[in-house]
């Protein structure tokens, strides 16, 4: 599956941005789907990931937890980050990634496809 974020953006604090991941050239609603990210100068971090299929389950980062809602529909393979209250500590580059199996969700190696990031910038 390939996959194309968008949405990112200059915000601030306060704001919201929704990113948007769309997937093609497979069947989307078999991925378990994640949003990583990626400050300057820092680690990748793990943000989101909803489960395959219906998306009845979700993950959060604590730092996130109560501020971001991720969803999915399947019929469009799509996958949204909705980000709100915004804080400077969230600018970051936003990757989403598919992943198949078992592994755990938080788990950046556990992903096998990527997208391109999409820079969330957020002033103070």
């Known amino acids: 599956v390939q996959l194309q974020a968008s949405g990112g953006g200059l915000v601030q604090a306060g704001g919201s941005l929704s990113l948007t991941c769309v997937g093609s050239?497979?069947?989307?609603?078999?991925?378990?789907m994640g949003w990583f990210r990626q400050a300057p100068g820092k680690d990748y971090e793990f943000v989101s990931a909803?489960?395959?299929?219906?998306?009845?389950?979700?993950y959060y980062a604590d730092s996130v937890k109560g501020r971001f809602t991720i969803s999915r529909d399947n019929a469009k393979a799509t996958v949204t980050l909705q980000m709100n209250n915004l804080k400077p500590e969230d600018t970051a580059v936003h990757y989403c990634?598919?992943?198949?199996?078992?592994?755990?969700?938080?788990?950046?190696?556990?992903?096998?496809?990527w997208g391109q990031g999409t820079l969330v910038t957020v002033s103070s």
């Open positions: 990634a598919a992943k198949t199996g078992a592994q755990s969700y938080y788990a950046r190696t556990a992903y096998d496809y």
């Open positions: 050239g497979g069947t989307f609603s078999i991925y378990d």
């Open positions: 909803i489960e395959e299929y219906s998306g009845s389950t979700t």
